[in-house]
């Protein structure tokens, strides 16, 4: 699904573009980024002219071969793709200034320890970036057809809680929200936050 995914277009454009410019407006030129489920690596290239080095991981090879294609393409030498599950991803404490996800977070059995996890990569004040899709309350339908997916194996796992949930999880981990938008048709939040 990997060829079909990086060809699919953005749901959203103006929304995407309003993240990427909210993202670029804590960037630094000396700062190191990582970004957890990167998938075809678009938000990353975009983002490396304006940081030192990004680091972008996903558990997809087939998603990493295309990223690492378009870095070629594009002759950008500052990005590093990484093949790793993110909820086992480990660094040493406080390597990074800010880490990124987007629409990941819903597909972990445990997003709370991921982002506790993320919160100990940071370097002090560093910034934990996420887009997040929150479905409790909306496509109740889902609810019902999630859990039997799964079980025939044609579905992944996805997880329902609400952004106020979302919002608690993260200051739970440590964090202190500095922004949250909620794009206008969709069932995803964006959240800037310090350690």
């Known amino acids: 699904m990997a060829a079909r995914y990086s060809k699919s277009p953005v749901s959203n454009q103006?929304?995407?573009?309003?993240?990427?410019?909210?993202?670029?407006?804590?960037?630094?030129?000396?700062?190191?980024?990582?970004?957890?489920?990167?998938?075809?690596?678009?938000?990353?290239?975009?983002?490396?002219?304006?940081?030192?080095?990004?680091?972008?991981?996903?558990?997809?090879?087939?998603?990493?071969?295309?990223?690492?294609?378009?870095?070629?393409?594009?002759?950008?030498?500052?990005?590093?793709?990484?093949?790793?599950?993110?909820?086992?991803?480990?660094?040493?404490?406080?390597?990074?200034?800010?880490?990124?996800?987007?629409?990941?977070?819903?597909?972990?059995?445990?997003?709370?320890?991921?982002?506790?996890?993320?919160?100990?990569?940071?370097?002090?004040?560093?910034?934990?970036i996420s887009s997040t899709v929150c479905l409790t309350g909306m496509m109740r339908f889902l609810q019902l057809i999630v859990p039997i997916g799964r079980l025939f194996g044609f579905m992944p796992l996805v997880k329902f809680f609400s952004a106020k949930h979302l919002e608690k999880s993260i200051t739970n981990a440590g964090f202190d929200i500095i922004s949250s938008w909620e794009p206008e048709k969709s069932h995803s939040m964006f959240i800037v936050a310090r350690k």
């Not at 690596?41 to 940081?51: D, E, K, R, Y």
């Open 14 to 128: 103006a929304a995407y573009e309003k993240k990427l410019e909210i993202t670029q407006s804590y960037f630094t030129p000396d700062m190191e980024v990582l970004e957890l489920g990167c998938g075809t690596g678009t938000t990353a290239l975009i983002h490396a002219p304006f940081v030192k080095h990004i680091r972008a991981v996903d558990i997809s090879e087939n998603m990493l071969e295309i990223a690492q294609d378009k870095a070629k393409q594009q002759n950008i030498t500052n990005v590093t793709f990484d093949q790793a599950a993110i909820d086992t991803f480990s660094v040493p404490d406080q390597s990074y200034d800010i880490i990124m996800t987007h629409s990941v977070l819903h597909l972990l059995e445990d997003k709370e320890a991921t982002i506790a996890n993320i919160h100990k990569m940071l370097k002090p004040s560093g910034y934990f």
